[in-house]
């Protein structure tokens, strides 16, 4: 179907959920970013913020932007028809809707501070006084998911478990609150970014001082049951205005509740779930999204019993997150693309995938691989700063590894992150001591998974380690096959079978040469004389049951043959390197150099590629 903006259509979808459609005749919409990087909102609103405009671009429909941040690419020329510098808040966006007259309003695609702002927009009645209309999910649904008295209200309405909670104006009604729920008990500040402010308390003191950090961040405060030690699981889901919802995508944290998602290794697809606890849970999500009325892309978090089958549903985000960049990029479904359309009207059935050209946007991604998401810290960086890790948010980029089995991405994921690790072994540890690995285990810090390494090493069960760390044992039972074949590279001519069983389990040609006492280069000679090549596999969204155009690549010791025909390639090429995780001293500027570099050298007639592993990225897009 062809439409534009100045075309009334009505969807296929409509047949089947007769609902009244939001589309409205729009010519000029405002688009909110999110402003500086900073922890908790960084580079993946860049990309959301980017795809829609380019969205927007295809209806023909003029754009207008607000974000402060020079170094994004959403505010480079050639995207935006009008950029505005300036501060993301309720005044300055007054002014410019006042100057700009837009028909629509996008929150979902500038982060916590877009929603935020978009909520004082509309209740001080600014929004009604110039006839803009927040296209996508209305206001009214960002306020159930983001106050957190009334999210709990809503989801009671129709029997979904949420922890059992209290809501708290003041550090009084707050102690009242714990002692009724009973200690220990988790503080959640309201309207914050990254789990600012909350923490846990497992006495007064304690409590004291979370309540004092909570409250700084927001007016209200959900005080509530402790869940630590539950499995941690999320959803990316997406919803059209004639109530067509779908799930693109589930997460498992490989961290159990305790640790915000944002700190926590995370795997795409869930590996522990049963059949019957994926599904139950995609029904849940899908009915949580139909009532509050979502209409693009949302996250829902949920937290599994790892004993029963008991669950409660954390929080909804009503936008695109970094849980959504990472999703869109681990399952090649262009979550950011598709929201912006379906803000605009338009039904999940009309919509084409743009990425691998076949499926329509209401097809369900299949996988045939994974993604692992690593965090990445910086807190060497500064003095006195605790390195525990909880559900407040402090690290500031992470990194995506692609592979066949939990044990190749793992070790890949590591050496991505770019502070010396060689893979899930060859560190100097500083857990040398049975007491110190333990306290690594109890304590989770940045370095956890290497007091796992050498628990492993000395022989601890997975299931003693399990029972420090709340990690499932088959996450261990994977790290355990890595430290098993270390052991055997330690002590067993290279052969064949061995080399290739290590490239299956992600060890790098210096990890294998360190442990075989030879050179990275002998090793590779080795290897190409054993035939022991990698493989190019694309990530399709179709698990390979239908052919696919996609230009997400990955490597891979787990094939034969590769997905791309190099032989159609153009004669000029050039690659563009990436910056990898967003850190400290390189960030979202470095994407948006690579970026321009892709553009210029393909004006220039060269074929394009771009080497990166950063899932929040611009330049790991699909049109780029």
């Known amino acids: 179907m062809n439409s534009s903006k100045n075309l009334t259509f009505i969807p296929l979808a409509t047949a089947l959920n007769p609902l009244k459609p939001v589309h409205k005749k729009v010519k000029k919409v405002l688009i909110l970013g999110s402003g500086a ?37 959403q505010t480079s020329e050639g995207l935006a028809d ?35 702002c978009g909520v004082a927009l509309e209740n001080t009645g600014i929004l009604k006084k110039y006839d803009v209309e927040v296209l996508g999910t209305p206001v009214k649904s960002i306020e159930l998911t983001e106050d957190r008295e009334l999210f709990k209200q809503e989801l009671l309405k129709i029997n979904i478990s949420t922890p059992r909670s209290i809501t708290c104006f003041s550090a ?113 999500g899908i009915k949580v999204i139909k009532h509050l009325g979502i209409v693009g892309e949302c996250n829902i978090q949920y937290a599994l019993d790892p004993k029963s089958k008991d669950y409660r549903v954390i929080e909804v985000n009503a936008r695109l997150s970094r849980s959504s960049a990472l999703a869109s990029k681990a399952t090649g479904y262009p979550l950011a693309h598709v929201a912006a359309k379906l803000a605009l009207g338009y039904s999940l059935v009309e919509l084409k995938n743009s990425i691998n050209k076949i499926t329509t946007a209401c097809f369900e991604p299949a996988l045939d691989y994974v993604g692992l998401k690593i965090p990445r810290w910086d807190l060497d960086k500064f003095q006195k700063v605790s390195t525990r890790i909880d559900t407040e948010m402090k690290s500031v980029g992470e990194i995506m590894a692609l592979g066949r089995s939990f044990e190749e991405v793992m070790q890949k994921g590591l ?10 072994s060859g560190n100097k540890s500083i857990y040398l001591t049975e007491e110190k690995i333990e ?71 210096k990890q294998i040469a360190d442990l075989q006492k030879s050179t990275e280069l002998e090793i590779r000679a080795k290897r190409k004389e054993l035939k022991v090549m990698p493989v190019v596999k694309q990530i399709d969204t179709l698990a390979a049951e239908y052919p ?32 990898g995780a967003y850190c400290i001293g390189s960030s979202v500027e470095f994407d948006w150099c690579c970026v321009n570099a892709v553009n210029t050298a393909r004006k220039n007639g060269y074929e394009t590629v771009m080497i990166n592993y950063n899932p929040e990225t611009v330049s790991t897009d699909y049109d780029t």
């Open 439 to 509: 306290d690594g285990l109890v304590n989770a810090t940045p370095r956890r998974v290497l007091a796992i390494y050498e628990a492993l090493n000395k022989g601890w069960s997975t299931q003693k380690i399990s029972e420090l760390t709340g990690i499932d044992e088959w996450f261990l039972g994977k790290l355990e096959n890595i430290v098993k074949h270390e052991n055997t590279l330690k002590k067993e001519k290279l052969d064949k079978d061995n080399l290739l069983k290590a490239k299956k389990y992600g060890f790098s040609d």
């Open 172 to 284: 009084d009604e707050g102690y009242v609150a714990a002692r009724k729920i009973g200690f220990p008990v988790i503080v959640r500040a309201a309207f914050t970014l990254g789990g600012q402010g909350s923490g846990f308390a497992y006495n007064d003191e304690e409590l004291k001082v979370v309540l004092d950090t909570a409250f700084s961040f927001s007016n209200q405060v959900l005080v509530e049951e402790n869940l630590k030690g539950w499995k941690e699981i999320e959803y990316e889901v997406v919803r059209d205005a004639y109530d067509n919802c779908i799930t693109v995508c589930n997460m498992e944290n490989f961290d159990p509740l305790g640790i915000h998602t944002g700190e926590s290794i995370v795997i795409a697809p869930s590996q522990t779930l049963t059949n019957t606890e994926y599904h139950y849970l995609r029904e849940v």
């Open 548 to 579: 696919s155009k996609t230009n997400y690549l990955y490597m891979t010791y787990h094939g034969v043959e590769d997905d791309v025909d190099y032989s159609e390639s153009n004669d000029k090429k050039v690659i563009v390197l990436g910056s």
């Open 82 to 116: 009008k950029v505005y510098f300036l501060p993301v808040n309720p005044e300055f966006v007054e002014k410019v809707i006042k100057k700009e007259r837009p028909d629509g309003l996008l929150l979902s695609f500038g982060g916590q501070t877009a929603l935020n």
């Open 415 to 424: 050496r991505m992150l770019q502070i010396g690790m060689q893979g899930f």
């Open 37 to 73: 990087l900073k922890i908790g909102q960084a580079g993946e609103f860049d990309y959301s913020g980017s795809q829609a405009i380019k969205a927007l671009q295809e209806e023909g429909i003029y754009t207008v932007l607000i974000n402060p941040n020079i170094a994004t690419n």
